[in-house]
């Protein structure tokens, strides 16, 4: 099992930045692949960046490239999404993923209970 917490979420104007955080605990950080995906209500979970257990690859959604990177730091266990140049578009409710082989918008096993950006034009 492992355990995720996403932190950092909040209001923040159109133009802005904001940087969220996933700690993880339980099984081995770095033995997994680490994904942000998003929902906003009464839509689908969307994917929005995924980044290799090394930290060496990643990948974007199209909505969000060139405006968010993602990144980790295996000696934390914790995951980050910095945003930048938020739009109003980007509100939604966030959420961390984990799992051992799982790329891009696939499946991921173990899922954060979700952090609310929400973004003011």
């Known amino acids: 099992q492992v355990q995720l917490v996403e932190s950092g979420g909040g209001l923040v104007q159109a133009g802005g930045s904001r940087r969220l955080s996933c700690a993880a605990s339980?099984?081995?950080?770095?033995?997994?692949?680490m994904g942000w995906f998003r929902q906003v209500l009464g839509k689908g979970r969307e994917f929005v960046a995924t980044i290799s257990w090394t930290g060496g690859r990643t990948t974007y959604a199209d909505s969000v490239k060139d405006r968010f990177t993602i990144s980790r730091d295996n000696a934390k266990n914790t995951a980050y999404l910095q945003m930048n140049s938020l739009k109003s578009e980007d509100t939604a409710v966030y959420y961390c993923a984990a799992d051992p082989t799982a790329w891009g918008a696939q499946s991921f096993t173990y899922w954060g209970q979700g952090t609310q950006v929400t973004v003011s034009s």
């Open positions: 339980g099984r081995t950080f770095s033995n997994y692949n």
